[in-house]
Each structure stands twice: as C-alpha cells, then as structure tokens.
C-alpha cells in the first residue's frame, strides 16, 4: 500500500481498503523503521494521527475534501508550520515554534492531507548535499537497496557495511528520501539553485519546479527572494500535477503571486509527440558530465526523435556565466535575509547584554554554520558601495542575459528543453565532503540554476539506473506559465522509460510485520 | 562562435578548478585587507572567525571577477523575471491582529508586552580593542 502512488491511495481511501488512520500508522511506523535515514528533523505524531482521524470521520460521511484528504505528507523544515517546531536545520532557529502555517502548508491541511513531520536539509537551504545541517546528513534510501546493494555485491541487510552511504543531494534531501522510502506519499522542498530537483535525481524521483510567481512563497523562510519558489516531491508526475492544483494560485500574502485565475491541473495523457519541439541545449554537454548521464540524454533525444517530435539542438550562449552570476546574486540576497535573525524577537539569543550589536554579532556567531557565516560576508561584500555596480549590477544585467537566452529559444519554436540534472549519479558521503560547500554547490548546480534565474518551470523525471544501480534523471524545462504543457510531456516520458521502483523490500517486509504486532498490542489493550 | 564559448567555458572552469587547489590564489589575495575585513564584520555583524574563512571569501571573490568577461552594454539589471507585471496590492485596512501573546512567546527576554534589547547605539569595538565576547 505504501508503495502506490498519491492517486492509488486516494482511490483506495475512498474505497475503503484502507483508512486514513491506519494509513497513517503505517507510514509512522516506516518512519521509525528509517530513522537511520535521518530525514526527518520533527515528526509531528499527534498532530498526524489527530488529522488521520477527522479525515476518517469525513470519508465515513462520504464527505471527503479531494485527493489529498488522509494523504500523508512531508514537509521541508524551512516552511513555517504552526505549533510545530521549525528549525531550517539550525542553531538560530532551534526551538522556534512558528505561530501561522505557510500558504503552501495552509492548502495541504485544507485539502486534508496528513503531515507527517518536517524534514532534513542543509543549514538555510544553502547547499547541494543536505549534508550540512546541524542536524547531521540525510542518507539516500537507494545506498540501502536491492539494486545498488547487489552491483557493490554486498548482503541487502549489510547495514554494518553503512560507512559508505551516499548522499541524498540537496538542499531538500529529507523530502526527497522521505518520499523515495515510502514513508510519505508527496512532500514540499523549496528550489531556489535547484534543490529540488537535485536530490529527486539522486532518490530516483520526480522533483518539480514550479514556474516563480505561480506558488506562494509566505511561510517559506527567504533565502534568496527573487529565485525561491516551493518546490513538490512525488514518486509520479501525475501526483506532481495533483499536489500543483492544491498549491498554485494567488495568494494575497504574496505579491509576487501572479493574479491569473487558476487553471485545474488535470494532465491529460500526450499519445502523440509529433506536434512537439524539444530543444537540447549544447552548452549543456559539459566534460564533466558522466558519460552514463550523457548516454541517457542521448538515448531519451533519440526517443522523442523515433516517436516523430522534432528535436533540435539550441544554444544558450550565457550557460558559462549562470553560476557565477548566481552565486554574486544569491549571496547579495543571503546578506539582506539572514539580517532579521538577531535573536530579538526569535531564535536563538546569546547571553551578551553589553550592547545591541555586540548581542547581535555573538547571537550570529553561535547560531549560524561557516557557509551561512561565508556566503553573508561575501554578500556584503558585493553590495559595498564600491563594488555594487562592478559585481552585483553586473550580475543583474548578466541575469538578464540569461533569462533572454531561454526567451529567444523558446520563441524560435521550441516547446520544452531537455537536459540532465546532475553531472552523475549520487556520490558517496565521504566522497562529497572532500571539497566544501561553496564549490559543490558550483559543480551540482550548473544544469538546475540557469532555470531560476529565468523563473521557469522544470521538472527531473528518473529515467533509469546507472550501472551502480542508482537513479538517474532527466530534466525538462518548460516556458514561464506553461507548467501543464511541461508536466504533460514528462509524463509522457514518465511512460516511456518505466524506472524500477526501488526495492527496500527487507525494509518494508520487516515494517509490515511490525505493525502487526503493534495491531494485536492495541487490540489487546482495548480488551 | 559557440564552440570558442564553449571551449572558453571548458578553460576558465578547469583554471578555476586548479587555482581552487593551489595555496595561494594571486587573484584574491590583496582585495580582503583587515579593513576590509573590519567593516565587512561590522556591517554583516558576523565575523569571520578565522583565516579559513578569510580565504573562502577571497576565492569566493575570484570566482565572482570572471562576471567580467561578459559585455553588458546597453543591458538594462534584472531584478525579477516578473516585472511586466504589476504587484498586487490589498486594500489598507486591518484584517488580522491581536496576536501579542503569539508573537512574544518566541522571544528570549520579554517584560510585559515589550522585547528587551540590551542598550544601543553603543559600537563595536575595533579589532585592536578587548572583544567584549571573548570568554575566559
């Protein structure tokens, strides 16, 4: 039952094959069972079961809210959740209990979905990994699977053969794994350079990217206010499309919300891909992209070439810039958001009284991390009067280069652009580490970030196992507004390449025997 | 045209990836002066807290110079994807509030209805000065 997608189990909820609450137990107890995952920060149990039961009551009645109702759900730690602790995995928020929901966390609970807790990321959102939090790393579900445990040639249960996990990716590594081990049926990340799209690659899901200005940002704790926009989790595009109908829409507290009224997100299936335009931008096949990555591109190119689309090679002449633009630009937007945390009115606070600035710089100290601490001190920098126009109007106007490098393509006919996610599969933990932060960040971002500067749409679709035995995915980018259009034709691919559902199934065999014994325990109790 | 970008690209990455791994980086070196350093810290409120970071912000520095390379003449800065638009306004009238006890419940030190801050407009010390926040 855990492993059927968003739409299986809402039907299958209707039906009553199963309840809400039983639903909910199970995805509890499989939380607990993948505790070693890390990718949960809080797991709000009460609360979850509490929902589970009112949605029961209202399926009793017949009165369900939609397909989200007794759907659980996750939901990233820098998403404001009311009367649940909301850390962004640090020191500076620890103990910070939100007194309002986010817009996004708002229409999930209205819909009735059940929140299962909020989980892991990198500190703030700043990283490529979800490996610097202080919370510790998130490990991905698929270091623990059939698949890749059978390629390395080791016993599936060898959990003492842990010291070589991989990573999840990020920044929204434990939504990613939180969806990718069954423990939740969608979960929201946040993409701001990519992150999440990166860690659905690595977890072998779909990771969406809605187009900035679609989904509210109010609750999602800034990083950088012009590129973040929340971003959805799912094991299928179709759930993807159903959670989008639930989130998308103006929402007064966002004014950068567009005022365009809702259009429903039913996707109807494409069988016929002739009418299509895909565009492969040849900046894009940089030499550092594994040759595995590449030859799935290649092989997915020639696919829509066989199913009668038109494909045709583009170009995106700023590629090369992207990054460092972005990186001039998140970090000038970093120093001005990070500048309300000064332990006044919430958060972590220091025991200095000496004066305001003194409390506030030993407040900083203690609650933020080296990469929060460097990419403010590097922000700042670029915004000094003297540098203002050489780096941060500069990288204005190279924003603008980039945004009109997609305008032009798309205009030339090209209806969506494929391209990978990732340069590789995921890397081992210890791998990741060896270089910091800053320049993983500039290696795993290079396809996904170019995306938010322009603030379109992209999806990453898995498409098949390397051969280590570990996901891969393909990204697709749609124009500005056109997220049904762009989900369509992943779906369709979706279709196509039928990725391998991942095989945990030690893990899922041992969980269901586990809540049996649970079940007996409370029947026996009741007696 | 493209494949020189490209190959550009290919070059100033792999130069950026080797000067990354070398000691000291010519380019960086000279721009982050204790001045600098000082105001940097004074205006973020964050310190550096040691030569490590020092360095990343120097390197962080080379990285952002190659922006350089790049002709904007006539280009007018980005400042978001959506400013054909207009943003939407509400109408100036209260609709929510009376939340005092929600929002101070968060705060560390609070009398009566009142955040407590400790005495301003007092500032830091210099770097040569006693940090008031180094611990014995």
Redesign the interface.
């Known amino acids: 039952m855990l492993g059927r997608t968003l739409q299986e189990v809402s039907a299958a909820l209707k039906q009553g094959q199963i309840t809400p609450v039983e639903l909910c137990q199970r995805c509890l107890s499989l939380i607990k069972k993948t505790k070693f995952l890390n990718a949960y920060i809080t797991i709000s149990e009460e609360v979850a079961l509490k929902q589970a039961e009112e949605s029961e009551k209202r399926y009793k009645k017949g009165h369900s809210l939609g397909a989200l109702d007794g759907i659980p759900v996750a939901v990233k730690d820098n998403f404001s959740t009311s009367g649940i602790e909301t850390t962004c995995a640090s020191n500076m928020l620890k103990g ?2 939100p ?1 309002y929901n986010a817009t996004v966390v708002q229409r999930l609970l209205d819909q009735g979905a059940v929140l299962m807790g909020k989980t892991n990321l990198d500190e703030f959102a700043m990283g490529s990994g979800s490996t610097d939090g202080v919370f510790g790393p998130v490990k991905n579900p698929w270091s623990y699977s059939k698949q890749y445990r059978e390629k390395r040639k080791q016993k599936p249960h060898g959990e003492n053969e842990d010291s070589n996990w991989l990573i999840t990716g990020g920044s929204s590594g434990g939504s990613a794994a939180a969806v990718s081990a069954f423990t939740c049926f969608a979960a929201l990340g946040s993409d701001t350079g990519g992150s999440t799209r990166n860690p659905a690659a690595h977890c072998g899901i779909v990771g969406f990217k809605p187009s ?2 679609l989904v509210s940002r109010h609750g999602l704790i800034p990083l950088v206010n ?1 590129m973040d926009v929340p971003g959805i989790l799912t094991r299928c595009v179709d759930d993807a499309a159903t959670v989008l109908g639930v989130l998308a829409g ?1 929402d ?1 507290k966002d ?5 365009d009224p809702g259009k429903p997100f039913m996707l109807s299936s494409l069988t016929d891909v002739s009418k299509l335009c895909i565009g492969i931008p ?2 894009y ?4 992209l594994s040759s595995e990555v590449r030859s799935f591109w290649s092989k997915a190119a020639n696919l829509f070439e066989s199913e009668g689309a038109k494909v045709i090679e583009v ?1 995106l ?5 992207s990054i ?2 972005y ?2 630009l998140c ?1 000038s937007e970093v ?1 001005s958001n990070m500048a309300r945390f ?6 972590h ?2 025991d ?11 407040t ?2 203690e609650g ?1 991390n ?1 990469v929060v ?2 990419r ?3 922000g ?3 915004l ?1 009067k003297e540098n203002y126009a ?2 941060f ?9 980039i ?1 009109n490098d997609f305008v032009n393509v798309f205009n030339s006919g090209v209806d969506v652009l494929l391209t990978p996610t990732t340069l590789s599969e995921a890397v081992p933990y210890l791998e990741f580490i060896k270089e ?1 932060n ?2 993983r960040s ?1 290696q795993d971002d290079i396809f996904t970030q170019a995306v938010n500067m ?2 379109l749409p992209a999806v990453s679709v898995p498409v098949a196992l390397s051969n280590q035995g570990l996901p891969v995915g393909l990204q697709f980018i749609g124009r ?1 507004f056109c997220d049904q259009q762009l989900l369509t034709v992943a779906k369709w691919f979706e279709k196509q390449v039928q990725f391998p559902v991942i095989q945990l199934q030690e893990l899922m065999d041992d969980c269901s025997s586990v809540f049996e014994i649970e079940k007996l325990a409370s029947v026996s109790l009741k007696q | 045209m ?1 494949a020189r ?2 190959l ?3 070059r ?2 792999m130069g950026w990836h080797r000067g ?1 791994t070398s000691k000291t980086d010519p380019q960086g070196s000279g721009r ?1 002066t204790a001045e ?1 350093i000082e ?3 004074r ?7 040691s030569q490590e ?1 020092v360095a ?2 120097e ?3 080379a ?2 110079d ?5 002709d ?1 003449d006539g ?8 400013e054909d ?1 207009c ?4 109408s100036d009238n209260v609709v929510e509030g009376n ?1 005092v006890e ?2 101070l ?5 609070v009398v009566e209805e009142y ?1 407590v ?4 407009n ?3 010390p210099k770097q040569d000065e006693q940090q ?2 180094s611990h014995n």
Request: charged letters at 20%.
């Open positions: 910070y209990v007194p900035y200005g012009s103006h007064p004014s950068t919300t567009i005022q040849k900046e096949l940089v030499p550092e170009s002449p700023h590629t090369s810039y460092v633009c990186h001039v970090t120093a000064d332990g006044l009115e919430y958060g606070r220091c200095i009284d000496v004066s305001t600035e003194a409390m506030y710089a030993a900083r100290r933020f080296d601490r460097g403010i001190l590097a700042n920098f670029f000094l050489n780096y109007i500069k990288a204005q106007k190279v924003r603008r280069l945004a910091d800053r320049t500039a322009a603030g500005a | 493209w970008a490209v550009l690209g290919y100033s990455w990354f982050v600098v105001h940097l810290e205006l973020a409120l964050v310190d550096f807290g970071a990343r912000l390197k962080a520095i990285f952002a190659r922006l350089r390379a790049v904007t280009v007018e800065p980005m400042e978001s994807v959506l638009r943003l939407y306004l509400r939340c929600e929002l419940q968060n705060a560390h030190r955040f801050a400790p005495p301003g007092i500032s830091l008031p926040f």
